[in-house]
């Protein structure tokens, strides 16, 4: 795409990573781990104070090469114990606030949750402390992706009227469509 996803434009105050911050913090997540490319560190821990986000996590990935389940992996080392943890992608900033209240588990859930809408899973997934824990035990393994080591556990799909799940910003021809009548 040529520029960082995470500090794409919003709107006209806020970046992607603002936004999802504060629909995350709006839905009542208390805690939030961002980990980021080492080229948005700065830019992203200024957001951060000025969000007010204090007290959240601020994680360096120096690996990207690595791939996407090795940053996840750095996040989940911030979990706290028995809680569960939502992933939600920078390209994907389409989340709301009631999206994150459809997808919150039973005490009980020992497996991982997806939105279903059409018929086809989207952003953002819920895993539970006990696959994260077993997650962080594996390790990485080159070439492993989320999909694949989550195909051990259960899964519970939440169907939601909620198209934008399958929304993600991977092009500039993506962005204009979405924001480009925004700006």
Known sequence: MGFPKSLLRWDNEHTFIEHICQVYRSAGCSRLILVVHPQVQGAVANLIQKCSLMGHYLIRNDRPDLGRYYSLLL?????????PCFISNTDNPFVTPNLIRQ?????????????????????????SYEVIKELM???????????????????????????SIHININTKEDYQRYFDSQQ
């Not at 996040?75 to 809680?83: A, E, I």
């Not at 035990?137 to 080591?149: C, D, E, I, W």
Request: aromatic share 8%.
């Open 75 to 83: 996040g989940f080392s911030c979990v706290l114990k028995d809680q």
């Open 103 to 127: 997808l919150l588990p039973p005490a009980s859930f020992r497996g991982w949750i997806s939105p279903i809408n059409e018929n086809r899973s989207g952003h953002p997934v819920l895993l």
């Open 137 to 163: 035990q594996r390790g990485y393994k080159p070439g492993m992706s989320l999909q694949q080591a989550l195909t051990d556990f259960e899964n519970q799909k939440i169907e939601v009227d909620d198209p």
